[in-house]
């Protein structure tokens, strides 16, 4: 069986990283595409140095730009890449601008795709990666489900005879790297001015809803800002260009401002955290497995199961709850619910290359 894998931005390096391992030990060929969506070092070659990813086989570079233009780009890009390779399965990941790219010229070739992280749902049409998922999943062949709750958004739409439960390969990936990071005690490496051994918050902002509207950048940086305990802003490109466009200086109060880190750094700044603060989806999952408190500025997730004994609360304004209350919600301990294995036992990725071949006959 031959796979080609697309990928072109930072979270799908991440669930690429077990996918390719479980692909290493068998007979299958499987061909890793970059579309370059996230050019930067530290969105995308750190984690093929970091997590062990054979290099891509085929590099597209197409770069940043509006929706359309980069979705248009990468879709003309991939068509004589999989006109030439001509796998059994296109497999694409989560829901990026390259996930539609890849879906679209996929299945206009008549090339079968299989869409790993199907099923997830925000319900919130003005997001563009929930255009993208949605459409990914009414178009695939397969879909790769994480989660019961993602299997009932599908059967939901119409889809369960194309639907498997696979568990999620993040977990695969995020427990890995956890044990790594605690056998080797290295402290996280933290912007300049938090000390590791006080507590501290780990905050991450980077979603078009959160960073492109520059009256609400501000009043979340100033809500960060404000807080009572020092925050790791770990600022994704996108944060750092919107915030010097709109004049919203980052580097004030509380907020202490470093570059992204690679997988296992993070891993590790979240583990040393008191908490979390995030727009991420995937963050959200990992303060969940990694046992810190998350506190999530949207007004809801795709990830539901993490909000169960609080362990993750959605905070859409930080200003509606006051000052008091949000360091309240913000800095609030581990909560003592025990947490579930809503995301898997660790072993998904060897799951999706079992059910593409057993599909792929
Ligand atoms: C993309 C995904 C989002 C995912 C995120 C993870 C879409 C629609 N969005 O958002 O779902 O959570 O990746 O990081 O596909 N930029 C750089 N260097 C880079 C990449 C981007 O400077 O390597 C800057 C550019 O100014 C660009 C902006 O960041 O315009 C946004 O990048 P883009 O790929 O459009 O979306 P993300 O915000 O990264």
Not at 266 to 277: D, E, F, H, R
Not at 341 to 361: H, Q
Request: glycine share 10%; with cysteine; aromatic share 4%.
């Amino acid at each position: 069986m031959k796979v080609v894998s697309v990928v072109g931005a930072r979270p799908q390096l991440v669930k690429l990283a077990p996918i390719a391992d479980a692909f290493a030990g068998t007979e299958h060929q499987h061909v890793i595409v970059h579309t370059g969506q996230h050019y930067d070092a530290d969105l995308s070659d750190v984690f093929f140095t970091g997590l062990g990813i054979p290099q891509p086989d085929v590099h597209l570079g197409i770069g940043s730009g509006s929706h359309g233009v980069q979705t248009g780009h990468a879709l003309a890009a991939l068509d004589p890449v999989l006109a030439a390779e001509r796998p059994d399965w296109v497999l694409v990941y989560g829901d990026t601008n390259s996930t539609l790219a890849a879906t679209l010229s996929a299945v206009k070739q008549h090339l079968r795709v299989a869409h790993l992280e199907a099923g997830l749902r925000s319900f919130n049409r003005r997001m563009p990666e929930e255009h993208n998922r949605v459409l990914t999943d009414h178009a695939a062949d397969l879909l790769l489900a994480p989660t019961e709750e993602a299997m009932r958004h599908l059967a939901g739409e119409g889809l369960a005879a194309r639907s498997v439960l696979v568990g999620d390969v993040m977990v695969d990936v995020c427990l890995a790297v956890r044990d790594a990071v605690l056998a080797g005690g290295k402290p996280a490496a933290l912007p300049e001015g938090i000390d590791p051994t006080e507590p501290y918050l780990v905050v991450t902002l980077h979603r078009a809803e959160n960073t492109d509207d520059p009256e609400r950048l501000a009043a979340l940086v100033d809500a960060l800002a404000g807080l009572p305990v020092p925050v790791a802003l770990l600022a994704h490109p996108r944060l750092t260009a919107r915030a010097e466009e709109h004049g919203v200086k980052l580097d004030r109060g509380s907020l202490r401002v470093g570059r992204p880190l690679p997988y296992a750094g993070m891993v590790a700044a979240v583990l040393g955290a008191a908490g979390l603060i995030t727009d991420s989806g995937g963050l959200q999952k990992e303060a969940y497995l990694l046992g810190r408190p998350c506190t999530t500025l949207r007004p809801q997730t795709e990830w539901p199961e993490t909000l169960d004994g609080d362990w993750n609360r959605l905070v859409p304004d930080p200003h509606e709850l006051g000052a008091a209350p949000w360091a309240a919600v913000a800095t609030r301990p581990a909560p003592p619910a025990p947490r579930g294995e809503p995301y898997g036992d660790g072993r998904a990725a060897r799951e999706v290359v079992r059910v593409l071949t057993e599909a792929g006959r």
